[in-house]
């Protein structure tokens, strides 16, 4: 009876790792951690990785267990695995919440707008972003662009009120005003991310150097 | 070369790569459980006495040192240079808020011993046993002022303006040594939210718990006077979640929500409240009956450490030197290390799946410890003892409060690797 429970125990944690290979491949190809296919993928992912663990654990428990415990024995305290089931359930929704904190991310370069003129045509080995500053709003919202380590990045930017855009981590700050877009070209040298913000603080968008 | 704008620079951390997240946060969480299931089946971590630290006499030249920087760092902020060039920002915020961890992990309750409050207290010669002396709220006042604290750093406008940080610092000052006078010097201990931050991270100190682990199974102060931790675990929630709402509030996404929604600082404001609430409440309903404050302890800190790493590294050295600028010296000295991105990202999943592991073992064990104690009532004579519980009931009580973990560890992950 025990090491059919606890045979059963294992092989349900070996059939659970169907689903979590199924969260990890979504996510892996997933553009977007908001979308809801990709939520869905965390939370199968972090639901059966977190079961495979435990029908694991009780499995082999079950197996080296020399008295009898929890199951089939004479002396059969019951009420606490259930009772632990139970709670196990009320942690879903603090799950479900705390996978909704993830804020968003897309590693896909997000549709460029259309380039100001200052900034000319870009050759084929520039990166290049546009962002403009409307009544206090970035447009497009704030996105994260991808850049290669190295590789010269042209940056439109234009504004409707006098503002001062500053690149973090190159520390580049130039004065723009309003019907004058400008553009700011230099060569992303340092790896990380960095913001680029019309002081004080409105982030434009993000620049991630790799 | 362009003065920063913001105070204190921000992470430019890599997001995490994905990949790295994922295998390493799964085998992990599977590890830990086998761990504690296979090989930890009785309760190993005894509470320990901890040792004092031996400091050769050179406390007092210490706490000396510390009140004197204290009181020069928060002049300095009110009648010295308004602009960035002045270092309070960056001892306030990186020096005393971030580096107190590590330190603390290290050398234990450092903050304790120097806390130039306390120094300030005793050179006053205000009454130690308080004018009212009694137990109050326990430790919700520092809960308090910590969600004041991580408000002022994260939310409030202006937060990098020296004038603005001086005032603050001596308005808590002045508060915390009106409410020690009436409560006694031992209101430090649980009213100053730097004194509770410091000495739950330096239960993890190896140097003052010589086994490793038992201060963590120690018990936790102020538990016992009729309050139960629920708040320590509010003070851990609120550390935990501050954390995380600094690393959601970097992203693109909540930036566009902002300047779209309008009124930065409400939104935020309502943001961290709920973070931190939510935290609290998914650890009182997700533990039971079960002391969680302890095993919360190394998944802060390590996501603390995680999170704030290259933040340290970058900007604490900074703030000496516009320290030492002010002073006339180094002018041309500048601290432009551009730590590797690969190495960082390994140091942060490090660190979070440690804390991890920690908190799960410190939770295991304190279960199988409180299993271990009989449950039923001793009378003598009476055979009613109930015998210590089986193994598999208490890991079916534990399961809940391991899921939140689990829970806490990927959320961690992947705030790192979004931002």
Redesign the interface.
């Known amino acids: 009876m025990k090491t059919w429970t606890g045979l059963l125990l294992l092989v349900a944690s070996v059939v659970l790792v169907v689903p979590a290979l199924f969260g990890l491949t979504v996510l892996m190809s997933a553009t977007s951690l908001v979308t809801f296919s990709s939520m869905f993928a965390a939370f199968v992912l972090v639901v059966s990785s977190a079961s495979i663990a435990i029908f694991a654990q009780l499995g082999v428990l079950t197996l080296i267990q020399r008295e009898p415990v929890g199951f089939g024995g004479p002396v059969v305290p019951t009420p606490a695995p259930s009772s632990g089931g139970r709670r196990a359930l009320r942690t879903v929704p603090f799950l479900l919440a705390a996978l909704a904190l993830l804020p968003g991310c897309t590693s896909a370069p997000a549709a460029q707008a259309a380039t100001p003129a200052a900034c000319g045509s870009a050759s084929p080995d520039q990166v290049v972003a546009t962002a403009a500053l409307e009544d206090g709003k970035a447009v497009p919202a704030p996105r994260r662009v991808s850049v290669p380590l190295g590789s010269q990045v042209r940056l439109g930017v234009s504004v409707d009120v006098a503002a001062r855009i500053h690149v973090h981590g190159y520390d580049l700050e130039y004065p723009v005003r309003p019907g004058e877009p400008m553009c700011i070209v230099f060569v992303a040298a340092r790896a990380g991310l960095f913001d680029v913000e019309a002081h004080p603080d409105t982030l434009l968008l993000q620049l991630e150097v790799k | 070369?362009?003065v920063l704008?913001?105070g204190v620079?921000?992470?430019?951390?890599?997001?995490l790569p994905?990949?790295l997240v994922?295998q390493a946060?799964?085998a992990t969480?599977?590890l830990?459980?086998?761990i504690?299931?296979?090989w930890w089946r009785k309760p190993r971590l005894a509470a320990g006495v901890p040792r004092t630290v031996r400091t050769a006499g050179w406390l007092p030249v210490l706490r000396g040192f510390v009140l004197l920087l204290a009181l020069y760092l928060g002049g300095n902020a009110l009648a010295g240079p308004a602009g960035p060039e002045n270092p309070a920002a960056h001892a306030l915020f990186v020096w005393l808020w971030v580096g107190l961890v590590p330190v603390s992990v290290v050398f234990g309750p450092v903050w304790r011993a120097v806390n130039p409050l306390r120094t300030l207290f005793r050179m006053l010669r205000l009454p130690a046993a308080g004018l009212r002396p009694g137990a109050g709220l326990g430790v919700w006042p520092g809960v308090c002022w910590l969600l004041a604290f991580v408000w002022f750093e994260l939310v409030a406008p202006g937060h990098a303006d020296p004038r603005l940080i001086g005032w603050c610092l001596a308005g808590y000052a002045v508060a915390q040594l009106g409410m020690a006078a009436l409560r006694g010097e031992e209101w430090f201990a649980r009213g100053d939210c730097f004194e509770v931050y410091s000495s739950l991270a330096g239960r993890l100190s190896p140097v003052r718990w010589r086994r490793p682990l038992s201060g963590l199974a120690a018990p936790l102060p102020h538990s016992s006077a009729g309050l139960p931790s629920a708040g320590l675990a509010a003070f851990v929630a609120v550390w935990w979640g501050s954390t995380?709402f600094d690393s959601?509030s970097g992203?693109?996404?909540?930036?566009?929500f902002v300047?779209?929604a309008g009124h930065?600082a409400v939104w935020a404001t309502m943001a961290l409240v709920a973070?931190c609430l939510?935290v609290w409440?998914?650890v009182r309903?997700?533990a039971?009956d079960l002391d969680v404050a302890a095993s919360l302890i190394p998944i802060a800190v390590g996501y603390t450490l995680a999170h704030y790493l290259s933040l340290l590294i970058v900007e604490a050295p900074r703030g000496v030197l516009l320290l030492t600028r002010q002073w006339g010296l180094g002018e041309g000295v500048s601290w432009n290390v551009?730590p590797v991105?690969a190495a960082i990202a390994g140091a942060q999943v490090a660190l979070i799946l440690v804390g991890h592991v920690l908190g799960v073992i410190v939770a295991h064990d304190a279960a199988l410890a409180g299993a271990a104690r009989p449950v039923g009532v001793r009378r003598a004579g009476a055979v009613t003892e109930a015998g210590p519980?089986?193994?598999?009931?208490t890991?079916?009580?534990e399961?809940?409060l391991?899921?939140?973990m689990?829970?806490?560890t990927?959320?961690g992950l992947?705030?790192l690797?979004?931002?």
């Not at chain 2, 519980?389 to 009931?393: I, R, S, T």
């Open positions: 070369m362009t704008a913001h620079g921000g992470s430019s951390d890599l997001p994905l990949d994922l946060g799964a969480v599977v830990s459980f086998l504690s299931a296979v995380v959601a992203s693109p996404w909540w930036a566009g300047q779209r930065p973070l939510g409440v998914a309903k997700t039971g551009v991105p519980k089986p193994v598999l009931a890991l079916a009580e399961f809940p391991v899921l939140f689990i829970g806490c990927w959320a992947f705030l690797f979004v931002r």
